[in-house]
């Protein structure tokens, strides 16, 4: 790990910032990216701090200019990104019904459109290093769609499909790709799911965002195609498919119950 390279978006909150963390302490060189800049200096600060490298590098990923910018500043500071780890995305709770345009156009931009973008953008610094590894965070909800996330579950669907098939084309060039799938993490993504200070859908028990970073940490040590933290949801993905009547009226009546309790909390017809 000591002295590699490591582009993690998504940075300044949750699993990003805590996998810049633990990767940092590893010996890694991390360039932290997202939108708030402040969040990014300061955890930048904290590394530098400890003895590590970092570098804060502020990008909408929702802009193909910021994308570009990104990529050209790394490789003009520190030369051709040898491991990028596309973990930035977030969801929203609502029907498809109700969920407006632009939040759906945001959501796949962000989730699997930059995504493949910076792919794109780092594959020829790779290919000249003649080594790398992709990790893209996707989730349990890219395995088994459960209402109200089922727009941000078709986002992230395409994010383990899209490894899939990357993995199997980089496979002959010496670059590693690995999926990895959360289950529910304590982070800020069911605030911003909700539009609430507080998320009215956590989930009890929900991981530890350090229980990701250490996941993606082993991956880059023993390269691995899919993870799925924790395994106890592989038996829930399995059923899934192989019983999907079952589930389906499973996540049905989670799914209304879960938008009822949402619409409670946001002080609407359900309350
Ligand atoms: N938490 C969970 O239960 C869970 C479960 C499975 C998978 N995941 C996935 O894990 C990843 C990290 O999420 P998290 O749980 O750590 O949530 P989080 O704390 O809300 O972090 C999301 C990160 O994405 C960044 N981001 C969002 N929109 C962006 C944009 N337009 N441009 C640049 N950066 C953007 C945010 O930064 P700024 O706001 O500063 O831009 C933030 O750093 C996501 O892909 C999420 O889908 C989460």
Known sequence: ME??????????????????RWLARQ??????????????????????????AALAIPADLNHFSDREALVRRIEDTW????????????GYYGTVEETPWE???????????????????????????GRGHIINVASVAGYISTPPLTVYSATKFAVVG????????LEPH????????????????????????????EVPGGLDPEAI????????????R???????????????????GLVDWGAARQGRAWLRHLEKARGGKGA
């Open 79 to 90: 030369g051709p990104v040898e491991v990028l780890i596309n973990n930035a995305g977030f």
């Open 27 to 52: 010996g890694m060189r991390v360039v932290l990216t997202a939108r708030r800049q402040d969040r990014l200096e300061a955890l930048a600060q904290e590394i530098r701090a400890q003895g590590g």
């Open 162 to 169: 899209f490894s899939e098939g990357l993995r199997r084309e």
């Open 226 to 244: 899919e993870i799925v933290v924790p395994a106890l949801y592989l038996p829930a993905i399995w059923i899934n498919r192989a019983l999907p």
């Open 103 to 129: 939040v759906i156009e945001g959501m796949f931009t962000v989730n699997i459109l930059a995504m493949i973008h910076l792919v794109q953008l780092v594959l020829p610094g790779m290919r000249r290093l």
């Open 213 to 224: 970073a250490r996941a993606i940490a082993r991956a880059l040590r023993r390269p691995r």
């Open 174 to 201: 010496g670059i590693h790709v690995t999926v990895i799938s959360p289950g529910p993490v304590r982070t800020e993504f069911g605030q911003v799911a909700s539009g609430l200070a507080v998320d009215p859908g």
């Open 3 to 20: 002295g590699r390279m490591a582009l993690i978006t998504g940075a300044s909150s949750g699993i990003g910032a805590a996998t810049a």
